[in-house]
């Protein structure tokens, strides 16, 4: 299992930007893809972005395409999620999340990640 410890969360007002951190503790940290999901009160986990292990190949939720960006510093044992142009429906708690896969590998379903991070709250404000 890989210790995930996410940052970078915050309150921010309508079409603020911020920039969410997942370092890693897994030693071969390019052999998983990374992915961040979001879960707002109420509502069922859902996924926003993932990367493959080298980082050539991302994905992203249409609610989130154009806005946000995944990206990854293997060298760091870190992930990224640049948030721009947030909206109040943004808010939630986000979550990181490492699945051991093939390369060129970018899964979408929470249930394929075996480690989670512990969250951190993004709140947009109208």
């Known amino acids: 299992q890989v210790q995930l410890v996410e940052s970078g969360g915050g309150m921010v007002q309508t079409g603020g930007s911020l920039r969410l951190s997942c370092a890693a503790s897994?030693?071969?940290?390019?052999?998983?893809?990374m992915g961040w999901f979001r879960q707002a009160p109420g509502e069922e986990r859902e996924f926003v972005a993932t990367?493959?292990?080298?980082?050539?190949?991302?994905d992203y939720a249409d609610s989130v395409k154009g806005r946000f960006t995944i990206s990854r510093d293997n060298a760091k044992n870190t992930v990224y999620l640049q948030m721009n142009s947030l909206k109040p429906e943004d808010t939630a708690v986000y979550y990181c999340?490492?699945?051991?896969?093939?390369?060129?590998?970018?899964?979408?379903?929470?249930?394929?990640?075996?480690?989670w991070g512990q969250g951190t709250q993004v709140t947009v404000s109208s």
């Open positions: 999340a490492a699945d051991l896969v093939v390369e060129a590998y970018v899964p979408r379903r929470a249930g394929e990640y075996e480690s």
């Open positions: 897994a030693r071969a940290f390019a052999l998983y893809a």
């Open positions: 990367i493959s292990r080298s980082g050539a190949i991302t």
